[in-house]
C-alpha cells in the first residue's frame, strides 16, 4: 500500500521561503516520477513541478521554486523561495508508476493528503 505523507506546510510572509517534503512508502521510489501540485478552493488542480528521467516547473513558479528528491530517504522535495500571495493553497504530492514524469494530475497514481501553504502580506 503507497502512502505519501507530506510536510512543511504552513503561514510565511511574502517574499519568504518554505521546503516542502513528502516521504513515500509502500512502493519502490526509485522508479516512480514525482510531482507536486496545489489546489485551491473552486479551482482545479494545478501542476506545480514534478520529476522523473527529467524535472520540470510551472511557468508561474519557476526561477522560484525547486522541485528535489533524496531516493535514499524514499523523499521528494519543494524548495520554495520568494513566495507570493498567489501561492496560497493546499500542495499536493504525487507518484506515477513510471519515470516519465508528467503535468497532468490524473496521469498520477497515488496522492498524498495534502500539507496548507499561506502566503500573508
Known amino acids: 500500500q503507497v502512502q505519501l505523507v507530506e510536510s512543511g506546510g504552513g503561514l510565511v510572509q511574502a517574499g519568504g521561503s518554505l521546503r516542502l517534503s513528502c516521504a513515500a512508502s509502500?512502493?519502490?521510489?526509485?522508479?516512480?516520477?514525482m510531482g507536486w501540485f496545489r489546489q485551491v478552493p473552486g479551482k482545479e488542480r494545478e501542476f506545480v513541478a514534478s520529476m522523473g528521467w527529467s524535472s520540470g516547473t510551472a511557468d508561474s513558479v519557476k526561477g522560484r521554486f525547486t522541485i528535489s528528491r533524496d531516493n535514499a530517504k524514499n523523499t521528494v522535495y519543494l524548495q520554495m523561495n520568494s513566495l507570493k500571495l498567489e501561492d496560497t493553497a493546499v500542495y499536493y504530492c504525487a507518484m506515477r508508476n513510471s519515470m516519465w514524469a508528467r503535468m497532468s494530475a490524473t496521469d498520477y497514481d497515488y496522492w498524498g493528503q495534502g500539507t496548507q501553504v499561506t502566503v500573508s502580506s
Open positions: 509502500g512502493r519502490t521510489f526509485s522508479t516512480a516520477a
